[in-house]
Protein backbone atom coordinates (compact mmCIF):
# COMPACT_ATOMS: atom_id res chain seq x y z
CA UNK A 1 0.00 0.00 0.00
CA UNK A 2 1.01 3.62 -0.40
CA UNK A 3 0.16 6.67 1.68
CA UNK A 4 0.90 10.25 1.40
CA UNK A 5 0.98 12.23 5.09
CA UNK A 6 0.84 15.81 4.31
CA UNK A 7 2.31 17.74 7.44
CA UNK A 8 5.52 16.98 9.17
CA UNK A 9 4.78 18.35 12.71
CA UNK A 10 4.58 16.27 15.30
CA UNK A 11 1.34 13.88 14.29
CA UNK A 12 2.14 13.78 10.35
CA UNK A 13 5.87 12.78 11.03
CA UNK A 14 4.80 10.03 13.68
CA UNK A 15 2.00 8.91 11.65
CA UNK A 16 4.06 8.57 8.95
CA UNK A 17 6.89 6.94 10.19
CA UNK A 18 5.28 4.21 12.10
CA UNK A 19 2.85 3.56 8.67
CA UNK A 20 6.97 2.95 7.14
CA UNK A 21 8.06 0.82 9.88
CA UNK A 22 4.82 -1.82 9.18
CA UNK A 23 5.93 -2.31 5.16
CA UNK A 24 3.61 0.85 3.92
CA UNK A 25 5.29 2.66 1.14
CA UNK A 26 4.99 6.44 2.42
CA UNK A 27 5.83 10.21 1.48
CA UNK A 28 5.96 12.74 3.93
CA UNK A 29 4.93 16.27 2.55
CA UNK A 30 5.65 19.39 3.60
CA UNK A 31 5.72 23.31 2.09
CA UNK A 32 8.49 23.70 4.45
CA UNK A 33 11.45 23.45 2.27
CA UNK A 34 14.06 23.51 5.30
CA UNK A 35 12.27 21.33 7.26
CA UNK A 36 12.10 18.69 4.51
CA UNK A 37 15.67 18.80 3.64
CA UNK A 38 15.94 18.19 6.76
CA UNK A 39 14.25 15.74 7.08
CA UNK A 40 15.89 13.81 4.22
CA UNK A 41 19.20 14.16 6.06
CA UNK A 42 17.85 12.56 9.43
CA UNK A 43 17.22 15.85 11.09
CA UNK A 44 13.99 16.04 12.87
CA UNK A 45 11.66 19.52 13.84
CA UNK A 46 10.70 17.71 17.03
CA UNK A 47 11.79 15.38 19.73
CA UNK A 48 10.01 12.06 20.11
CA UNK A 49 11.57 9.33 22.15
CA UNK A 50 12.70 6.49 19.41
CA UNK A 51 11.51 8.76 16.39
CA UNK A 52 15.10 9.36 15.35
CA UNK A 53 16.48 6.17 14.79
CA UNK A 54 12.73 4.70 13.08
CA UNK A 55 13.00 7.89 10.58
CA UNK A 56 16.57 6.68 9.96
CA UNK A 57 15.77 3.54 9.64
CA UNK A 58 12.96 3.72 7.18
CA UNK A 59 14.29 5.73 5.15
CA UNK A 60 17.60 3.71 4.59
CA UNK A 61 14.77 1.19 3.45
CA UNK A 62 13.58 3.42 0.99
CA UNK A 63 9.92 2.90 2.76
CA UNK A 64 9.80 6.32 3.89
CA UNK A 65 10.97 9.58 1.75
CA UNK A 66 10.29 13.34 2.51
CA UNK A 67 8.98 15.93 -0.80
CA UNK A 68 7.67 19.51 -1.07
CA UNK A 69 5.67 18.25 -4.49
CA UNK A 70 2.30 17.24 -3.25
CA UNK A 71 1.19 17.39 -7.07
CA UNK A 72 3.46 14.09 -7.56
CA UNK A 73 3.48 12.45 -4.43
CA UNK A 74 -0.30 11.78 -4.14
CA UNK A 75 -0.48 9.81 -7.63
CA UNK A 76 -0.71 5.90 -6.59
CA UNK A 77 -1.92 6.54 -2.93
CA UNK A 78 -4.76 4.60 -1.38
CA UNK A 79 -4.81 7.11 1.07
CA UNK A 80 -3.50 10.92 2.10
CA UNK A 81 -3.62 11.73 5.37
CA UNK A 82 -3.92 15.65 6.34
CA UNK A 83 -1.61 16.28 9.38
CA UNK A 84 -1.53 19.78 9.07
CA UNK A 85 -1.59 22.67 12.16
CA UNK A 86 -4.64 23.92 13.39
CA UNK A 87 -3.42 26.80 14.86
CA UNK A 88 -6.26 29.02 17.08
CA UNK A 89 -7.31 31.81 14.95
CA UNK A 90 -7.85 35.40 16.96
CA UNK A 91 -11.04 34.18 18.15
CA UNK A 92 -9.35 31.04 19.79
CA UNK A 93 -11.68 28.69 17.50
CA UNK A 94 -9.23 26.09 14.83
CA UNK A 95 -8.03 27.53 11.72
CA UNK A 96 -8.59 25.59 9.09
CA UNK A 97 -6.88 27.48 6.31
CA UNK A 98 -4.15 25.15 6.13
CA UNK A 99 -6.35 21.69 6.21
CA UNK A 100 -8.49 23.38 3.50
CA UNK A 101 -5.80 24.47 1.55
CA UNK A 102 -4.28 20.88 1.60
CA UNK A 103 -7.59 19.56 0.53
CA UNK A 104 -7.77 21.94 -2.50
CA UNK A 105 -4.42 21.22 -3.43
CA UNK A 106 -5.27 17.07 -3.49
CA UNK A 107 -8.89 18.44 -5.44
CA UNK A 108 -6.46 20.03 -7.85
CA UNK A 109 -4.16 16.74 -8.48
CA UNK A 110 -6.04 13.81 -8.11
CA UNK A 111 -6.45 11.25 -10.91
CA UNK A 112 -7.21 8.65 -9.02
CA UNK A 113 -9.82 7.31 -6.31
CA UNK A 114 -8.25 8.21 -2.74
CA UNK A 115 -9.05 8.23 0.76
CA UNK A 116 -8.81 11.42 1.87
CA UNK A 117 -8.00 11.11 5.81
CA UNK A 118 -8.63 14.22 8.30
CA UNK A 119 -6.02 13.53 11.23
CA UNK A 120 -5.54 16.61 12.74
CA UNK A 121 -7.42 17.34 15.68
CA UNK A 122 -10.43 19.51 13.78
CA UNK A 123 -13.32 20.53 14.85
CA UNK A 124 -16.38 18.62 14.19
CA UNK A 125 -18.25 19.49 11.09
CA UNK A 126 -14.62 19.74 9.30
CA UNK A 127 -14.50 16.11 6.41
CA UNK A 128 -17.53 18.10 5.50
CA UNK A 129 -15.53 20.94 4.43
CA UNK A 130 -12.90 18.83 3.03
CA UNK A 131 -15.35 16.89 1.31
CA UNK A 132 -16.92 20.20 -0.43
CA UNK A 133 -13.26 21.64 -1.14
CA UNK A 134 -11.96 18.63 -3.28
CA UNK A 135 -15.40 18.24 -4.77
CA UNK A 136 -15.14 21.82 -6.14
CA UNK A 137 -11.38 21.58 -7.22
CA UNK A 138 -12.66 18.33 -9.31
CA UNK A 139 -15.60 20.41 -10.78
CA UNK A 140 -12.89 23.39 -11.73
CA UNK A 141 -11.65 20.60 -13.76
CA UNK A 142 -14.79 19.18 -15.19
CA UNK A 143 -13.40 15.40 -13.92
CA UNK A 144 -15.06 13.26 -12.05
CA UNK A 145 -12.84 11.19 -9.92
CA UNK A 146 -14.28 9.32 -6.87
CA UNK A 147 -12.83 10.02 -3.68
CA UNK A 148 -14.02 9.27 0.09
CA UNK A 149 -13.30 12.04 2.89
CA UNK A 150 -13.08 9.74 6.56
CA UNK A 151 -11.98 11.21 10.30
CA UNK A 152 -8.91 9.16 12.06
CA UNK A 153 -8.52 11.18 15.32
CA UNK A 154 -4.79 10.33 16.67
CA UNK A 155 -4.50 9.91 20.40
CA UNK A 156 -0.74 9.87 20.62
CA UNK A 157 0.65 11.25 23.73
CA UNK A 158 3.82 12.96 23.26
CA UNK A 159 6.91 10.95 24.89
CA UNK A 160 5.00 7.76 24.49
CA UNK A 161 3.82 8.82 20.52
CA UNK A 162 5.81 5.80 19.10
CA UNK A 163 4.33 3.20 21.05
CA UNK A 164 0.68 4.38 21.32
CA UNK A 165 0.84 4.77 17.82
CA UNK A 166 2.21 0.91 17.27
CA UNK A 167 0.35 -0.72 20.22
CA UNK A 168 -2.89 1.56 20.14
CA UNK A 169 -5.52 1.04 23.12
CA UNK A 170 -8.03 1.84 20.05
CA UNK A 171 -8.10 2.70 16.39
CA UNK A 172 -11.16 5.29 15.96
CA UNK A 173 -12.24 6.08 11.92
CA UNK A 174 -15.02 7.59 10.38
CA UNK A 175 -16.10 7.09 7.35
CA UNK A 176 -19.29 7.18 5.12
CA UNK A 177 -18.82 4.13 2.44
CA UNK A 178 -17.43 0.59 2.79
CA UNK A 179 -14.89 1.21 -0.25
CA UNK A 180 -12.87 3.64 2.40
CA UNK A 181 -13.32 1.38 4.96
CA UNK A 182 -11.79 -1.24 3.09
CA UNK A 183 -8.58 0.94 2.62
CA UNK A 184 -8.69 1.99 6.10
CA UNK A 185 -8.81 -2.06 7.72
CA UNK A 186 -5.79 -2.46 5.29
CA UNK A 187 -3.79 0.27 6.47
CA UNK A 188 -4.48 -1.12 9.73
CA UNK A 189 -4.10 -4.65 9.89
CA UNK A 190 -0.67 -4.60 11.13
CA UNK A 191 -1.57 -2.45 14.38
CA UNK A 192 -4.25 -5.05 15.58
CA UNK A 193 -1.73 -7.60 16.67
CA UNK A 194 -2.39 -6.45 20.20
CA UNK A 195 -6.27 -7.49 20.25
CA UNK A 196 -7.42 -3.49 20.37
CA UNK A 197 -10.05 -2.77 18.31
CA UNK A 198 -10.26 -0.63 15.08
CA UNK A 199 -14.08 1.30 15.42
CA UNK A 200 -15.46 1.98 12.48
CA UNK A 201 -18.10 4.67 13.03
CA UNK A 202 -19.86 8.08 11.15
CA UNK A 203 -17.50 10.59 10.44
CA UNK A 204 -19.19 13.51 12.59
CA UNK A 205 -18.77 10.57 16.08
CA UNK A 206 -15.30 9.73 15.06
CA UNK A 207 -14.40 13.80 14.94
CA UNK A 208 -16.38 14.39 18.30
CA UNK A 209 -14.56 11.19 19.53
CA UNK A 210 -11.30 12.61 20.13
CA UNK A 211 -12.67 15.52 21.70
CA UNK A 212 -14.72 13.66 24.00
CA UNK A 213 -11.75 11.73 24.90
CA UNK A 214 -9.15 14.39 25.45
CA UNK A 215 -12.33 16.84 27.23
CA UNK A 216 -12.80 13.38 29.82
CA UNK A 217 -8.86 13.00 30.89
CA UNK A 218 -8.15 16.82 31.58
CA UNK A 219 -11.71 16.85 33.38
CA UNK A 220 -10.26 13.81 35.32
CA UNK A 221 -6.90 15.86 36.34
CA UNK A 222 -8.87 18.87 37.29
CA UNK A 223 -11.01 17.23 39.56
CA UNK A 224 -8.45 15.90 41.34
CA UNK A 225 -6.59 18.78 41.44
CA UNK A 226 -9.89 20.27 43.16
CA UNK A 227 -9.82 17.48 45.51
CA UNK A 228 -5.50 18.01 46.18
CA UNK A 229 -6.42 21.71 47.05
CA UNK A 230 -9.17 20.92 49.39
CA UNK A 231 -7.46 18.24 50.82
CA UNK A 232 -4.96 20.75 51.78
CA UNK A 233 -7.43 22.49 53.78
CA UNK A 234 -8.69 19.43 55.67
CA UNK A 235 -5.99 17.83 56.14
CA UNK A 236 -6.48 15.09 54.43
CA UNK A 237 -3.43 13.74 51.61
CA UNK A 238 -4.27 13.60 48.26
CA UNK A 239 -1.86 10.73 47.47
CA UNK A 240 -3.73 8.07 49.56
CA UNK A 241 -6.64 9.42 48.79
CA UNK A 242 -5.72 8.90 44.83
CA UNK A 243 -5.10 5.44 45.89
CA UNK A 244 -8.18 4.83 47.82
CA UNK A 245 -10.43 5.91 45.19
CA UNK A 246 -7.65 4.47 41.95
CA UNK A 247 -8.42 1.20 43.36
CA UNK A 248 -12.25 1.04 42.16
CA UNK A 249 -12.37 -0.59 38.63
CA UNK A 250 -14.96 2.15 37.88
CA UNK A 251 -12.51 4.99 38.57
CA UNK A 252 -9.32 3.54 38.02
CA UNK A 253 -5.85 4.70 38.79
CA UNK A 254 -4.41 6.39 35.69
CA UNK A 255 -4.80 10.01 35.01
CA UNK A 256 -6.05 10.94 38.60
CA UNK A 257 -2.45 12.58 40.16
CA UNK A 258 -2.53 16.16 40.94
CA UNK A 259 -0.22 18.27 39.78
CA UNK A 260 0.01 22.10 38.83
CA UNK A 261 -2.31 21.76 35.85
CA UNK A 262 -2.15 20.20 32.22
CA UNK A 263 -0.65 22.16 29.86
CA UNK A 264 0.32 20.60 26.13
CA UNK A 265 -0.86 21.34 22.99
CA UNK A 266 -4.00 19.09 23.09
CA UNK A 267 -6.20 19.64 26.57
CA UNK A 268 -6.29 23.49 26.80
CA UNK A 269 -7.08 24.00 23.36
CA UNK A 270 -9.23 20.93 22.87
CA UNK A 271 -11.41 21.46 25.97
CA UNK A 272 -11.86 25.33 24.81
CA UNK A 273 -12.98 24.15 21.36
CA UNK A 274 -15.46 21.58 22.83
CA UNK A 275 -16.86 24.63 24.88
CA UNK A 276 -16.88 26.88 21.66
CA UNK A 277 -18.62 24.67 19.85
CA UNK A 278 -21.13 23.73 22.00
CA UNK A 279 -21.76 27.29 22.42
CA UNK A 280 -22.13 28.18 19.06
CA UNK A 281 -24.71 25.28 18.49
CA UNK A 282 -26.64 27.15 21.51
CA UNK A 283 -25.30 24.86 24.09
CA UNK A 284 -23.07 25.30 27.03
CA UNK A 285 -20.86 22.95 28.49
CA UNK A 286 -20.71 23.71 32.15
CA UNK A 287 -18.70 20.54 33.48
CA UNK A 288 -15.65 22.02 31.18
CA UNK A 289 -16.49 25.48 31.75
CA UNK A 290 -15.02 24.35 35.09
CA UNK A 291 -12.39 22.44 33.98
CA UNK A 292 -10.54 24.92 32.41
CA UNK A 293 -11.09 27.68 35.52
CA UNK A 294 -9.68 24.67 37.80
CA UNK A 295 -6.53 24.74 35.85
CA UNK A 296 -5.83 28.51 34.99
CA UNK A 297 -6.11 28.37 38.75
CA UNK A 298 -4.08 25.15 39.37
CA UNK A 299 -0.89 26.64 37.24
CA UNK A 300 -0.63 29.63 40.07
CA UNK A 301 -0.84 27.41 42.69
CA UNK A 302 3.09 26.47 42.95
CA UNK A 303 3.92 30.06 42.54
CA UNK A 304 1.20 31.31 45.03
CA UNK A 305 3.08 28.60 47.94
CA UNK A 306 6.25 30.35 46.75
CA UNK A 307 4.70 33.30 47.78
CA UNK A 308 3.01 32.64 50.94
CA UNK A 309 6.26 31.27 52.01
CA UNK A 310 8.13 33.95 51.47
CA UNK A 311 5.34 36.44 52.81
CA UNK A 312 5.14 38.04 49.25
CA UNK A 313 8.83 39.07 49.34
CA UNK A 314 10.52 37.88 46.08
CA UNK A 315 12.74 40.52 45.21
CA UNK A 316 16.31 39.76 44.62
CA UNK A 317 15.56 35.65 45.69
CA UNK A 318 16.92 33.06 43.03
CA UNK A 319 14.91 30.17 42.59
CA UNK A 320 15.59 26.88 40.77
CA UNK A 321 13.48 25.53 38.49
CA UNK A 322 13.40 21.56 37.74
CA UNK A 323 11.85 20.99 34.45
CA UNK A 324 10.44 23.46 31.84
CA UNK A 325 8.42 21.30 29.35
CA UNK A 326 4.73 20.52 30.06
CA UNK A 327 5.67 16.83 30.81
CA UNK A 328 8.30 15.06 30.86
CA UNK A 329 9.99 12.69 27.76
CA UNK A 330 9.11 15.78 25.44
CA UNK A 331 10.92 19.60 24.57
CA UNK A 332 7.20 21.01 24.10
CA UNK A 333 6.55 23.87 26.27
CA UNK A 334 2.97 25.08 24.59
CA UNK A 335 1.13 25.72 27.70
CA UNK A 336 3.85 24.53 29.95
CA UNK A 337 2.94 25.50 33.56
CA UNK A 338 6.70 26.79 33.47
CA UNK A 339 5.82 29.76 31.88
CA UNK A 340 3.08 30.86 34.16
CA UNK A 341 5.22 30.11 37.53
CA UNK A 342 8.32 31.81 36.15
CA UNK A 343 6.99 34.86 34.80
CA UNK A 344 5.04 35.57 38.01
CA UNK A 345 7.85 35.06 39.82
CA UNK A 346 9.99 37.75 37.60
CA UNK A 347 7.36 40.26 37.79
CA UNK A 348 8.05 40.23 41.34
CA UNK A 349 11.51 40.71 40.90
CA UNK A 350 13.11 37.39 41.88
CA UNK A 351 15.97 35.21 39.52
CA UNK A 352 15.15 32.22 38.35
CA UNK A 353 18.16 29.59 37.15
CA UNK A 354 16.10 26.60 35.37
CA UNK A 355 17.23 23.61 33.87
CA UNK A 356 15.59 21.01 31.83
CA UNK A 357 17.19 17.70 30.42
CA UNK A 358 15.92 18.57 26.39
CA UNK A 359 13.61 21.58 26.30
CA UNK A 360 15.94 24.48 27.18
CA UNK A 361 16.66 25.57 23.75
CA UNK A 362 12.63 25.35 23.05
CA UNK A 363 12.15 27.47 26.38
CA UNK A 364 15.10 29.96 25.18
CA UNK A 365 12.67 30.92 22.19
CA UNK A 366 9.78 31.83 24.85
CA UNK A 367 11.96 32.93 28.35
CA UNK A 368 15.28 34.20 26.00
CA UNK A 369 17.51 35.36 28.52
CA UNK A 370 15.32 36.07 31.03
CA UNK A 371 16.44 33.58 33.10
CA UNK A 372 19.20 31.92 33.44
CA UNK A 373 20.04 27.77 32.22
CA UNK A 374 21.60 25.52 34.50
CA UNK A 375 23.94 23.31 32.65
CA UNK A 376 22.73 20.54 34.72
CA UNK A 377 19.69 20.42 37.86
CA UNK A 378 22.55 20.46 40.53
CA UNK A 379 24.04 24.04 38.52
CA UNK A 380 20.53 25.83 39.29
CA UNK A 381 20.86 25.41 43.09
CA UNK A 382 23.85 27.35 43.83
CA UNK A 383 22.53 29.88 46.70
CA UNK A 384 18.74 29.09 45.21
CA UNK A 385 16.57 30.26 48.03
CA UNK A 386 14.32 27.53 46.63
CA UNK A 387 13.64 24.95 44.46
CA UNK A 388 10.32 24.66 42.85
CA UNK A 389 9.99 20.99 40.89
CA UNK A 390 7.74 21.83 37.99
CA UNK A 391 8.28 19.06 35.66
CA UNK A 392 8.39 15.05 36.87
CA UNK A 393 11.47 14.18 34.86
CA UNK A 394 12.54 10.92 35.75
CA UNK A 395 15.95 12.12 36.66
CA UNK A 396 14.69 14.61 39.10
CA UNK A 397 13.34 11.47 41.29
CA UNK A 398 16.06 10.57 43.18
CA UNK A 399 18.78 13.51 43.64
CA UNK A 400 21.74 13.01 46.04
CA UNK A 401 19.96 15.07 48.27
CA UNK A 402 23.40 15.60 50.37
CA UNK A 403 24.26 17.74 47.59
CA UNK A 404 21.08 19.27 46.70
CA UNK A 405 21.08 21.12 50.73
CA UNK A 406 24.92 22.15 50.52
CA UNK A 407 24.25 24.31 47.35
CA UNK A 408 20.94 25.86 48.52
CA UNK A 409 20.87 28.72 50.57
CA UNK A 410 17.73 27.67 51.98
CA UNK A 411 16.51 24.11 52.36
CA UNK A 412 13.17 24.24 51.08
CA UNK A 413 11.45 22.78 48.27
CA UNK A 414 7.95 23.28 46.34
CA UNK A 415 7.43 19.89 44.55
CA UNK A 416 4.52 20.85 41.88
CA UNK A 417 4.22 16.99 41.04
CA UNK A 418 4.60 15.40 44.21
CA UNK A 419 7.37 13.32 43.71
CA UNK A 420 9.06 13.35 46.70
CA UNK A 421 7.76 11.72 49.81
CA UNK A 422 7.09 14.66 52.04
CA UNK A 423 8.23 12.74 55.16
CA UNK A 424 11.61 11.98 53.74
CA UNK A 425 12.09 15.46 53.01
CA UNK A 426 11.50 16.30 56.60
CA UNK A 427 14.01 13.90 57.44
CA UNK A 428 16.71 14.97 55.65
CA UNK A 429 15.78 18.85 56.95
CA UNK A 430 14.14 20.30 54.25
CA UNK A 431 10.98 22.23 54.44
CA UNK A 432 8.60 20.69 51.80
CA UNK A 433 5.77 21.67 49.93
CA UNK A 434 3.58 19.37 47.51
CA UNK A 435 0.03 19.41 46.41
CA UNK A 436 -2.46 18.17 48.26
CA UNK A 437 -0.24 17.01 50.74
CA UNK A 438 -0.21 17.07 55.12
CA UNK A 439 1.95 20.71 54.92
CA UNK A 440 0.45 21.60 58.00
CA UNK A 441 1.91 18.33 59.86
CA UNK A 442 5.39 18.78 57.80
CA UNK A 443 5.39 22.53 59.04
CA UNK A 444 4.78 20.96 62.67
CA UNK A 445 7.33 18.58 62.41
CA UNK A 446 9.62 21.15 60.50
CA UNK A 447 9.12 23.39 64.49
CA UNK A 448 9.85 20.48 66.07
CA UNK A 449 12.96 19.91 64.27
C1 LIG B 1 -2.82 14.08 25.42
C2 LIG B 1 -3.62 12.78 25.37
O1 LIG B 1 -3.19 11.90 26.41
C3 LIG B 1 -3.48 12.12 24.02
O2 LIG B 1 -4.31 10.97 23.96
C4 LIG B 1 -3.92 13.12 22.95
O3 LIG B 1 -3.78 12.58 21.66
C5 LIG B 1 -3.11 14.41 23.06
O4 LIG B 1 -3.23 14.93 24.38
P1 LIG B 1 -0.26 14.78 25.76
O5 LIG B 1 -0.75 16.19 25.66
O6 LIG B 1 0.95 14.38 24.98
O7 LIG B 1 -1.42 13.77 25.29
O8 LIG B 1 0.07 14.49 27.27
P2 LIG B 1 -0.48 13.63 28.49
O9 LIG B 1 0.53 12.65 28.90
O10 LIG B 1 -1.84 13.12 28.25
O11 LIG B 1 -0.52 14.77 29.62
C6 LIG B 1 -1.28 15.96 29.46
C7 LIG B 1 -1.15 16.88 30.63
O12 LIG B 1 -1.85 16.39 31.76
C8 LIG B 1 0.27 17.13 31.12
O13 LIG B 1 0.40 18.51 31.40
C9 LIG B 1 0.39 16.31 32.38
O14 LIG B 1 1.32 16.82 33.28
C10 LIG B 1 -1.03 16.40 32.92
N1 LIG B 1 -1.41 15.28 33.78
C11 LIG B 1 -1.56 14.03 33.25
C12 LIG B 1 -1.68 15.50 35.12
O15 LIG B 1 -1.56 16.63 35.62
N2 LIG B 1 -2.09 14.44 35.90
C13 LIG B 1 -2.24 13.19 35.39
O16 LIG B 1 -2.63 12.29 36.17
C14 LIG B 1 -1.96 12.98 34.04
Redesign the pocket.
Known amino acids: MRIAVVGTGYVGLVTGTCFAEVGIDVTCIDVDVKKIENLKNGILPIYEPGLEEMVARNSQKERLSFSTDLPSSIQGCDAAFIAVGTPPGEDGSADLKYVLAVARSIGQNMNDYIVVVTKSTVPVGTANKVRQAIAEELEARGVDIPFDVASN?????????IE?FLKPDRIVVGVASTRAEEVMKKLYKPFLMNGHPLIFMDVPSAEMT?YA??SM??T??SF??DIANLCEIMGADVNMVRKGIGSDARIGN??????????????PK?VKALIRTASENGYEMKVLKSVEEVNDNQKMVLYNKVNNYFNGDLAGKTFAIWGLS??PK?D?MREA?SLVIIEKLLAQGAKVRAYDPVAIKEAAHTLGDTIEYGKDEYETLIDADALLLVT?WPEFRSPNFNVVSKLMKDKVIFDG?NIYDPAEMNEKGFTYYGIGTKQQMSQQLDATI
Open positions: PEFLKEGAADKANLAKIMNRFIYPGIGYGGSCFDFKTDPER
